[in-house]
């Protein structure tokens, strides 16, 4: 076996970014062949991950990667258990790797995309090794369309959104839908697209809690479906939604006078703990 210096140790921990003792004991193991040192400290990230695997991710962030003509993009969620980690510069650029990975292929398994002869299963589980972390991809989502998809991420990661629209209208005017939806996550884009067994779930809620303050019951029908319309529809539907730039006007009203051509067809908000 040759002799590790220092020196081995210094160069295969600034090629992996991994502790120096691993590195030394890779080199130790491999003989002082480099190469088969990086294989080995691989080898153990990904038993790493294997071993964190059933810890609870809490934190993370989320990115979203756009084409140059903002026709198609790659979203995702990653989370850590830390927001020490989900902070640190390197997780993020690891975010954003991927996202961009979503973006450039289509695949329905996202951790087996190709990125420069690794998968992104593999990326992950080389940060898992590095960062001693449990790392997850908890959501990939690739979307396209013929027309501008706009998108938001919040300032502190955790959370973002993306519209889809058909027609014409300002990229930054759909940004700003963008913006809504994460500022008030919807359940759907048009009243319409509200199931009648959820609408008559919420008048009966509302029904009884009429009752329960005095009134009788056909009256206390009537405010319950009242308060529907005016609290509970104009919650969960995007274009219902008072717009958050002002609240005189909904959503579905700004984009008439600003975008009158833009339909929109789809949103997806993603958040960091918000499951699959």
Known sequence: MSEISAQMVKALREK????LMDCKRALE??????PKAELILREKGMAQAAKRADRSTNAGVVAVASSDDHKTIGAIVLESETDFVARNEDFIA?????????????SDEPLKIQVNGSTVGDMISEAVGKIRENIQLTKAVRMTSNSPIASYVHHDRTKGAVI????????????KVAIQTVASPPQVIRKEQLSQEKIDSEVE??????????????IARNIATGRVNKE????????EQPFYM??????????KEEAKDANVKDFLYLSVGGGE
Do not use: C, F
């Open 29 to 34: 193991e491999a003989g002082g062949d480099m």
């Open 164 to 175: 889809v629209v058909e027609g014409e209208g300002s990229h930054e005017v759909i940004r």
């Open 94 to 106: 690891l975010a954003n790797k991927i996202a961009e990975a979503v973006r450039d292929n289509e």
């Open 232 to 239: 509970y529809v104009k919650k969960v539907v995007l274009l």
């Open 16 to 19: 992996t970014d991994a502790p």
């Open 205 to 218: 809620i509302e029904t009884q809690r009429a009752i329960k303050e005095g009134k009788d019951e056909k």
């Open 246 to 255: 002002d609240a005189n006007k909904s959503v579905g009203q700004y984009l």
